[in-house]
């Protein structure tokens, strides 16, 4: 009800505004990398597997694709990442040294349970769950499990369950990289410096509501638009284009900034929003010239940029500035300013945000 909701106009505003505060109990109390965080087990188990497979539906697949990029990057283990629907019935060759991933809000996600099934029916049974509700099936069927502390989430579009998957993913990824040999304590006293910091960082992002606002009136008024990103921040364009379809039922695609010559490129004209996520990385100058790219066709780039990028807005450009460049864990801040911009932009065209039409919070049904 109206009190519950406090100064927020919906569920879903409201636990967009919560994120400091649940990726901050999600981290709570990890004042060291170890892998009994992630249950009794697991010393033993991350010894054991070699490869990580990843399955998951929705939003919590996008969160997957992330850790990809992260455990790829400093664990050094190669990493799957499966649709659970695809995954449950498509031939694919098992490998015994597995440590298979579920990624799950509900952890009752029917299609998410069954692919981890078939995954233990191939002989893969060290298994792992990512999971919001501590009672659920998934947390009962895997061997390990990492509790996101996200809370009840209302909002059938998902948010806060999502970045506080992404901080236990990271957890995930600190955790494989040490068992490997592969964490040195200056970078593990590094990387916690920069968790303990992810509340604060997120809440100068949520505090450029009224400059997403502002874009959310211009958007509000189109029925396409186009999500770019590279690296580790692609899942995160993918994201934000389904936040935006989910709420606002604007047609949202997202792309890899590299494939934009390799068709998107031929959608855009003058009606064609943009949105680019332009953190300050090693792809900066790629993404750029992929910018231009849009630039000279005429389409409206809205860039979300970290401070320090040197894009100027202009005729075609808006930039809205993300206080600081976060290295690894950037994704966790730019989807905050993504989510912000659906939210906004379906605000304005008066859908009912928390309950978007033919969508379910928990799909417990094939
Ligand atoms: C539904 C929800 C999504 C969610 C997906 C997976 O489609 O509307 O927000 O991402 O299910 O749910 P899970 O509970 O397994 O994360």
Redesign the pocket.
């Known amino acids: 009800g109206a009190a519950e909701l406090g100064p927020y106009r919906h569920y879903m505003q409201k636990e967009i505004f919560e994120q400091p505060r649940v990726v901050g109990d999600t981290l709570e109390g990890v004042t060291g990398i170890m892998p009994e965080l992630f249950g009794d087990q697991a010393f033993r188990v991350f010894k054991e597997i070699d490869r990580v497979l990843i399955l998951?539906?929705?939003?919590?697949y996008y969160a997957g694709l992330t850790a990809k990029y992260w455990i790829e990057s400093v664990a050094k283990l190669p990493v799957n990442v499966e649709i659970a629907s695809e995954y449950r019935y498509r031939d694919s060759v098992p490998h015994p040294n597995t440590l298979v991933v579920t990624?799950?809000?509900?952890?009752?996600?029917a299609d998410?349970l069954a692919a981890l099934k078939h995954a233990r029916s191939l002989g893969m049974t060290n298994t792992l769950t990512i999971c919001n509700v501590s009672t659920s099936a998934m947390v009962r069927e895997c061997k390990l499990a990492y509790i996101t502390r996200a809370g009840v989430e209302v909002g059938?579009?998902?948010t806060k369950?999502f970045t506080t998957q992404l901080a236990a993913l990271f957890l995930l990824t600190l955790t494989l990289a040490q068992v490997n040999g592969r964490l040195t304590d200056e970078q593990e006293a590094n990387y916690l410096k920069q968790m303990r910091h992810l509340p604060v960082a997120l809440s100068s992002v949520l505090a450029l509501e009224p400059q997403v606002i502002a874009w959310a009136e211009e958007f509000a008024r189109k029925e396409n638009a186009l999500f770019l990103g590279r690296g580790i921040h692609y899942p995160i364009a993918l994201e934000g284009a389904l936040k935006l379809k989910e709420i606002s039922y604007i047609h949202a695609e997202a792309y890899p900034a590299g494939e934009l010559k390799h068709g998107p490129l031929a959608l855009v004209t003058e009606e064609m929003p943009v949105v680019t996520i332009a953190p300050n990385d090693a792809l900066l100058e790629k993404l750029k010239s992929n910018m231009q790219e849009v630039r000279a066709r005429g389409g409206q780039l809205y860039v979300f940029a970290d401070v320090d990028t040197q894009i100027i807005s202009g005729e075609g450009l808006h930039v809205i500035r993300l206080p600081e460049h976060y290295g690894l864990l950037s994704p966790i801040l730019h989807v905050a300013a993504l989510q912000l911009l659906a939210y906004h932009t379906a605000l304005a065209r008066g859908t009912d945000v928390d309950k978007p039409r033919n969508?379910?919070?928990?799909?417990t049904v094939e």
């Open positions: 998951a539906c929705g939003t919590s990624i799950s809000q509900s952890g009752e996600t998410t059938v579009a998902s369950a969508l379910a919070k928990s799909v």
